[in-house]
């Protein structure tokens, strides 16, 4: 996340920055937050999990 921040101030670019489900968001949102404030342009993606699983994995039923 650091250097997706820096690259963003440095080259003038929108910069994008993946982190794994868990700890890696948590440790991202200080970054994103510094990076904000600073003006850098950051996307940032991760994954979202749960422990309850329904065996739709990601697709949810319509309602009739």
Known sequence: ???ASE???????IS????TAGP??????TVLK??????ARVIFISAVTTEYHDGLWGR???QC
């Open 60 to 62: 949810r039923k319509q």
């Open 34 to 39: 510094t990076a904000k404030l600073d003006g």
């Open 24 to 29: 890696g968001i948590s440790n991202a949102l």
């Open 16 to 19: 994008i920055s993946f982190a």
């Open 7 to 13: 690259y963003s101030l440095c080259h003038s670019k």
């Open 1 to 3: 996340m650091f250097c």
